[in-house]
Nanobody
């Protein structure tokens, strides 16, 4: 599975962005998809996951502000980010795993990764 993340950019605090993760090489309808982020000098951290069944999970820091969704017909996963804060500034990565053996918030659980897209939130 090849993953291509896009949609990042510069936005003011309180604004919104929608990230996209386009998959190729496999049909991802039976894959579990996640978003992670990494700020400078910090570990890559969990943001959100959507299972192939449609169940969703979020980090506490983004709950009620971010929404993960998937369009299997387009082989694409989205991350709608609202009410953005400066602390959301990071490179955002999408990830995929067919079986998700392990904890969904653990980055080592995921087999496939995209290249990342930069999100910068100014105050």
């Amino acid at each position: 599975v090849q993953l291509q993340a896009s949609g990042g950019g510069l936005v003011q605090a309180g604004g919104s962005l929608r990230l996209s993760c386009a998959a190729s090489g496999r049909i991802i309808s039976r894959y579990n998809m996640g978003w992670f982020r990494q700020a400078p000098g910090k570990e890559r951290e969990f943001v959100a996951t959507i299972r192939w069944s449609g169940s969703t999970y979020y980090a506490d820091s983004v709950k009620d502000r971010f929404t993960i969704s998937r369009d299997n017909a387009k082989n694409t996963v989205y991350l709608q980010m609202n009410s953005l804060k400066p602390e959301d500034t990071a490179v955002y990565y999408c990830a995929a795993d067919r079986d998700l053996i392990g904890y969904y918030s653990d980055r080592t659980t995921y087999t496939y990764w995209g290249q990342g897209t930069q999100v910068t939130v100014s105050s």
